[in-house]
């Protein structure tokens, strides 16, 4: 069943009060576990970076949304939904949001209380829910912990009954030179190891490749995969 998309103006307002709720403390929360990180992150007023905002996320809107047109998708299940703000630019016709940050998961019901083509549920209270679509768009790279990747790749693949689109690099990095809460991975290798039912049928490179500046590139592309 097809939903109604929200209108320029509740988009407008949505944005304003995202705003409005990180005009607060944004100090760099310590690193102790990916979990910890982001709520830590998003209870202490920030966000859920760069990549979920301006060109970024009209280049992830743009690419998604033809997608969902052109295959018919009816429902989509998303694995780290976020702070919302990419979200307000989606046009999918039913959705259900997962996060591990119940600050997260709040500020996204607080956005979307009128929408009632949108769910959300924290992972602890995740029991099962398929979609034609399972997204991953700026996580798998934030996922540092080896058990945690691996967790989350087989819920991802698990909960798709057509496709899973992955926005993420797709290199190893094991020194994490990024940083505590990154580690880059070549996360197509795992899949063509463990998830033999599913084929990658598309690369998707990023409008703004990663040249230096994480403001101006990113090293994320699009990847495809088709349950055969």
């Known amino acids: 069943m097809f939903g109604q ?5 509740s988009i407008s307002r949505g944005a ?12 760099a929360p310590s690193f102790t576990h990916s979990q910890e990180y982001w709520e830590q992150r998003y209870a202490s007023g920030g966000h859920s970076g760069a990549g979920s905002y301006k060109k970024f996320a009209q280049f992830k809107a743009d690419t998604l949304n033809r997608f ?8 989509v299940i998303e694995f780290g939904c976020g702070d919302g703000n990419q979200l307000l630019l989606a046009q999918y016709p039913q959705y259900l949001g997962i996060d591990v940050s119940p600050t997260a998961i709040g500020l996204c019901r607080r956005l979307f209380e009128a929408d009632n083509t949108k769910t959300f549920r924290l992972l602890g209270d995740y029991s099962g829910e398929g979609a034609e679509l399972a997204l991953s768009l700026d996580v798998i790279y934030h996922l540092v912990e080896d058990s945690v990747f691996a967790d989350y790749m087989h819920t991802l693949f698990g909960a798709a009954q057509r496709y899973v689109i992955v926005y993420a690099s797709n290199f190893d990095d094991p020194e994490q030179q990024a940083g505590p809460h990154v580690r880059h991975r070549q996360f197509t290798d795992w899949a063509a190891s463990h998830c033999p039912h599913w084929q990658l049928i598309e690369h998707i490179p990023n409008k703004y490749p990663y040249q230096g500046n994480y403001r101006k590139g990113s090293f994320a592309d699009f ?4 349950k055969i």
């Open 16 to 27: 304003r009060w995202l705003r409005r709720a990180f005009r607060t403390s944004k100090r």
């Open 5 to 9: 998309h929200h209108s320029p103006l």
């Open 223 to 226: 990847y495809v995969f088709r």
């Open 68 to 75: 969902v047109s052109e295959h018919g998708i009816r429902t």
